[in-house]
């Protein structure tokens, strides 16, 4: 059975730098896709960005250039730096990973947790 387990989460100041973890374990072949989403309270969860296996990735407009996502195949663990936070960007994030577990199988979606990120003003 496929866990994503995530980590780093936090309250910080608007400005200020946080960064989350979320590391896969269990029956994994392969992880084609990871990413992060977040939704905050009252609306739907939205992408925040992904990133494929060659390092490729893709962001929401609301967060290019202040958020990084990167991740570390050999640990199977998907990081997302968040640097200059505002308070719109309270949310829960959830880590996500499309993953396959037997060489036979295709490939399935995983859902972490959930991190609480709090940006006060």
């Known amino acids: 059975q496929v866990q994503l387990v995530e980590s780093g989460g936090g309250q910080v100041q608007a400005g200020g730098s946080l960064r989350l973890s979320c590391a896969a374990s269990g029956s994994i072949f392969s992880i084609r896709l990871m990413g992060w989403y977040r939704q905050a309270p009252g609306k739907q969860r939205e992408l925040v960005a992904i990133i494929i296996t060659d390092g490729s990735a893709n962001y929401a407009d609301s967060v290019k250039g202040r958020f990084t996502i990167s991740r570390d195949n050999v640990k199977n663990t998907v990081y997302l730096q968040m640097d200059s936070l505002k308070p719109e960007d309270t949310a829960v994030y959830f880590c996500?990973?499309?993953?396959?577990?037997?060489?036979?199988?295709?490939?399935?979606?995983?859902w972490g947790q959930g991190a609480q990120v709090t940006v006060s003003s």
């Open positions: 996500n990973a499309a993953i396959r577990e037997s060489w036979y199988s295709g490939y399935n979606n995983h």
